[in-house]
């Protein structure tokens, strides 16, 4: 069962890597998208916002099509459509046609989003310790790939469909290939692998019932939290640039650069986070990104210039990094019976975030100042410090926010990749 553990592991980063790719190669050419099409600045801002609204109703119908089909079925078979969507918003000749593509492409983004993680969930569960943001560094390497092809892509004038039909007859066989070994919870109780190995964890093993429904109640803390880091991502991604070169006075060219840099920011951070929740525990780790993109916010709202601007937004990277993998990781062990219904219903607030978060500094920036908008995200990211003990595994019981010890580990050390 190692081995399919971690064959199982393996194939679902490839399948985050994918999403990452398919992601930034859509929203990194939105100016040529909307070029191609004559979508008109005031009708852009609609369009895009339908993008999260409509994947939050696929999260949403995700919760309820994993009690019929496994998440590993949803997976399988939401990747291809949104890399299927994906060609269809580069290869459309009319504007109805863009706004089809782009409805598919949210509402599979949706289930895809929503299934990736119940499955990261669940394979951390069997696993005994933290393995999820892992999963998230590979998007964030995906997404890095993503945007150097859209670059390479602009930087030739290549037509949509022609940068995007290549990735898309690369990634979608071997998506398809790499999801026979994705590893369903069900498939793991049915050969007795969580019993056998120790992992039956959170307050349900001590005989608290959290195997019924989801209580919203006890979810909402985690919701707050995955809402304002992802107003966070979303100020970084839409504003960034904006900000070096009106604000900080970059040239076109540095004011590209801090994106990038909080990529590979957000990238390093996923790669070590992992080693950094064993050894300190979620609490500390969550705490600790909050009070470092708080910190980058607070730097970026008082840089003199170009350069300690750059610092702030290499702040970002490391501090929001580490927030959205340990939210779905902590609903997973909140909720250790119903585990993709929370995952679902987390994951909603992702897009919600992302909604109000480019809006949110824009008007700010337009009616106070820009340097001002930035420090509004700064105060709502110390939220993760207010429900720090809600990552805690079993906060009653052992102490500090750590991994409880699982039986597998003891005497004979961690598996796994």
């Not at 929370?342 to 992702?350: G, I, M, T």
């Amino acid at each position: 069962m190692t081995d399919v553990l971690r064959r199982g592991r393996a194939s679902l980063a490839f399948a985050f890597l994918v999403q990452g790719v398919a992601f930034a190669l859509l929203v990194t050419r939105i100016p040529a998208i909307q070029d191609r099409y004559g979508v008109s600045d005031a009708l852009l801002p609609a369009f895009l916002a339908a993008v999260p609204v409509l994947a939050g109703i696929g999260s949403v119908a995700t919760e309820r099509l994993v009690k019929a089909v496994p998440p590993s079925r949803v997976l399988r078979w939401s990747q291809p459509v949104v890399l299927l969507a994906l060609l269809g918003v580069g290869a459309g000749e009319h504007m109805a046609g863009l706004a089809v593509a782009l409805a598919v492409f949210g509402l599979a983004v949706g289930a895809l989003d929503a299934s990736m993680n119940m499955l990261g969930v669940s394979l951390q569960r069997a696993y005994g310790r933290s393995i999820m943001l892992s999963f998230h560094a590979a998007y964030s390497l995906g997404g890095i790939a993503g945007a150097s092809l859209a670059w390479v892509g602009a930087h030739g004038q290549l037509a949509l469909w022609v940068s995007y039909l290549p990735v898309v007859l690369v990634l979608m066989p071997a998506a398809l290939i790499g999801s026979r070994w994705y590893v369903d919870q069900e498939q793991r109780e049915g050969r007795g692998e969580d019993r056998r190995q120790g992992h039956v964890s959170g307050p349900a093993a001590e005989g608290e019932d959290r195997t019924g429904p989801v209580a919203f109640r006890l979810l909402l803390p985690l919701c707050l939290v995955m809402t304002v880091a992802y107003i966070g991502d979303s100020t970084v991604s839409n504003w960034s640039a904006k900000y070096l070169q009106d604000v900080l006075g970059s040239s076109e060219q540095m004011a590209t650069v801090p994106y990038n840099v909080y990529m590979v920011t957000t990238l390093v951070g996923r790669t070590i986070g992992d080693f950094g929740v064993r050894r300190f525990g979620a609490v500390a780790v969550v705490r600790a990104g909050a009070l470092v993109a708080a910190a980058g916010f607070a730097v970026v709202a008082g840089a003199p210039g170009e350069w300690v601007g750059m610092l702030g937004f290499t702040l970002l990277g490391l501090g929001l990094c580490v927030l959205v993998p340990q939210t779905f990781a902590a609903a997973g062990r909140l909720f250790p019976g119903a585990s993709d219904a929370a995952v679902a219903r987390l994951n909603v607030f992702n897009y919600v975030g992302f909604l109000i978060g480019s809006p949110l500094v824009g008007v700010l920036g337009d009616v106070w100042s820009y340097r001002g908008a930035m420090l509004v995200p700064m105060v709502l990211v110390l939220v993760a410090l207010v429900y720090a003990r809600s990552f805690a595994p079993e906060p009653d019981r052992y102490g500090g926010g750590h991994e409880r010890p699982h039986t597998a580990d003891v005497g004979r050390g961690s598996h796994g990749l």
